[in-house]
C-alpha cells in the first residue's frame, strides 16, 4: 500500500524548494535549521522507498463515478495511459487496485479504471497513485512481441503464432485436445448407448460421422438425455457423412452423452465416429 508521500510537495524547480525549514531550503536560511531539514529530506525518500512502486503525483482527483476519476485543468493522459495500473485509498473506498481501461483530455483529465474483483470507488477524498511501470512501453500499436499483444482493456493476450516451427507447433498442442468417441454395431437395433457415463472433463462435441455397410438407421446425441442442437434424428445410409453440432453441445464433468439409434431398416455394420474438444 502506498504511502502519500511528501515527496509529491518538492518542485521540479529548484529555486521553488524554498519553503520554511524543515520543508523546504530558503536562501538564508539559519545554520540550525540545516541538520533539521537534511534529516527531514531523508524521512521522505525513506517513506518513498517503503512503497516506491506507486508515484503519488500531488494532483488532485476528483470522483467522477466508481469507475472514473479526472484531474482538473491538466493533460496527464500521458502518466495515465491505457493498461497503467493504479491504486486508490481512501475512507469509504478502502486500498483497491485496478488497471486504467480510457483516458482523455478536454478541459480535464478523465480516467476510467477497471477495479480489481468489482471494486468502486466512493465519492469522497482519494489518494491514488499510478504504477511506476508503463505497461504501454511507448510501443504505439500496443505489441509487445509477435505473440503478445496488450488488449483495449489494458491487459495482455497471446496471439496465433506466423512464424512457421510455431504454427507447427501450435497445431500440434491443438490437437492434443481432440478426441473420438467411436461405436460400432454390427447388427444395429433401436437402443440408446451410454457412450460416455460420468464423464472425467469438459468437452465439446463438435461432429458426428457415420455410416452402415447397407440399410439406414438414425442416431441422435444427447447429454443427461437433452439432444445436442444438430445431432437430433440423423439419418445414415451406406454413404458416410458427417454432421456438426450447432448449440447445446457442452459436456460438463459428471454429464453422461448417450446415442439414441431409431428408425432402423436393415442396417448392418454401423460405424460412428464422435469428435470431442476437451475444454
Given at each position: 500500500?502506498?504511502?502519500?508521500?511528501?515527496?509529491?510537495?518538492?518542485?521540479?524547480?529548484?529555486?521553488?524548494?524554498?519553503?520554511?525549514?524543515?520543508?523546504?531550503?530558503?536562501?538564508?536560511?539559519?545554520?540550525?535549521?540545516?541538520?533539521?531539514?537534511?534529516?527531514?529530506?531523508?524521512?521522505?525518500?525513506?517513506?518513498?522507498?517503503?512503497?516506491?512502486?506507486?508515484?503519488?503525483?500531488?494532483?488532485?482527483?476528483?470522483?467522477?463515478?466508481?469507475?472514473?476519476f479526472k484531474i482538473t485543468g491538466s493533460d496527464v493522459?500521458?502518466?495515465?495511459?491505457?493498461?497503467?495500473?493504479?491504486?486508490?485509498?481512501?475512507?469509504?473506498?478502502?486500498?483497491?487496485?485496478?488497471?486504467?481501461?480510457?483516458?482523455?483530455?478536454?478541459?480535464?483529465?478523465?480516467?476510467?479504471?477497471?477495479?480489481?474483483?468489482?471494486?468502486?470507488?466512493?465519492?469522497?477524498?482519494?489518494?491514488?497513485?499510478?504504477?511506476?511501470?508503463?505497461?504501454?512501453?511507448?510501443?504505439?500499436?500496443?505489441?509487445?512481441?509477435?505473440?503478445?499483444?496488450?488488449?483495449?482493456?489494458?491487459?495482455?493476450?497471446?496471439?496465433?503464432?506466423?512464424?512457421?516451427?510455431?504454427v507447427a507447433t501450435k497445431t500440434y498442442v491443438d490437437?492434443?485436445?481432440?478426441?473420438?468417441?467411436?461405436?460400432?454395431?454390427?447388427?444395429?437395433?433401436?437402443?440408446?448407448?451410454?457412450?460416455?457415463?460420468?464423464?472425467?472433463?469438459?468437452?465439446?462435441?463438435?461432429?458426428?460421422?457415420?455410416?452402415?455397410?447397407?440399410?439406414?438407421?438414425?442416431?441422435?446425441?444427447?447429454?443427461?438425455?437433452?439432444?445436442?442442437?444438430?445431432?437430433?434424428?440423423?439419418?445414415?445410409?451406406?454413404?458416410?457423412?458427417?454432421?456438426?453440432?450447432?448449440?447445446?453441445?457442452?459436456?460438463?464433468?459428471?454429464?453422461?452423452?448417450?446415442?439414441?439409434?431409431?428408425?432402423?431398416?436393415?442396417?448392418?455394420?454401423?460405424?460412428?465416429?464422435?469428435?470431442?474438444?476437451?475444454?
Open positions: 500500500m502506498s504511502t502519500d508521500s511528501k515527496l509529491k510537495d518538492f518542485s521540479t524547480t529548484p529555486a521553488s524548494n524554498n519553503s520554511n525549514p524543515p520543508d523546504g531550503w530558503p536562501e538564508g536560511m539559519a545554520a540550525s535549521k540545516v541538520n533539521d531539514t537534511a534529516r527531514e529530506n531523508m524521512a521522505r525518500y525513506r517513506e518513498w522507498y517503503n512503497d516506491a512502486q506507486w508515484i503519488n503525483d500531488g494532483l488532485t482527483k476528483t470522483f467522477v463515478s466508481g469507475s472514473s493522459t500521458a502518466k495515465y495511459s491505457v493498461g497503467r495500473r493504479v491504486e486508490a485509498i481512501g475512507t469509504g473506498t478502502g486500498t483497491i487496485y485496478g488497471t486504467i481501461t480510457a483516458t482523455a483530455f478536454a478541459t480535464d483529465t478523465t480516467v476510467s479504471v477497471d477495479w480489481d474483483s468489482g471494486g468502486a470507488i466512493s465519492n469522497e477524498s482519494l489518494t491514488i497513485s499510478y504504477h511506476t511501470l508503463d505497461l504501454k512501453g511507448g510501443d504505439s500499436d500496443n505489441a509487445v512481441s509477435s505473440n503478445v499483444v496488450r488488449d483495449s482493456a489494458g491487459r495482455f493476450r497471446a496471439t496465433d503464432p506466423s512464424a512457421a516451427q510455431d490437437l492434443l485436445n481432440i478426441e473420438n468417441i467411436d461405436y460400432w454395431d454390427v447388427a444395429p437395433s433401436n437402443d440408446t448407448i451410454t457412450l460416455r457415463l460420468n464423464a472425467k472433463y469438459a468437452f465439446d462435441i463438435d461432429e458426428v460421422s457415420a455410416k452402415t455397410s447397407s440399410g439406414t438407421i438414425s442416431y441422435s446425441i444427447a447429454i443427461d438425455a437433452v439432444n445436442v442442437t444438430g445431432l437430433a434424428s440423423i439419418g445414415v445410409s451406406s454413404s458416410e457423412a458427417t454432421t456438426s453440432a450447432t448449440a447445446a453441445n457442452s459436456v460438463a464433468a459428471g454429464q453422461t452423452v448417450t446415442l439414441v439409434l431409431a428408425s432402423n431398416s436393415s442396417a448392418a455394420d454401423l460405424a460412428l465416429s464422435i469428435q470431442i474438444t476437451r475444454t
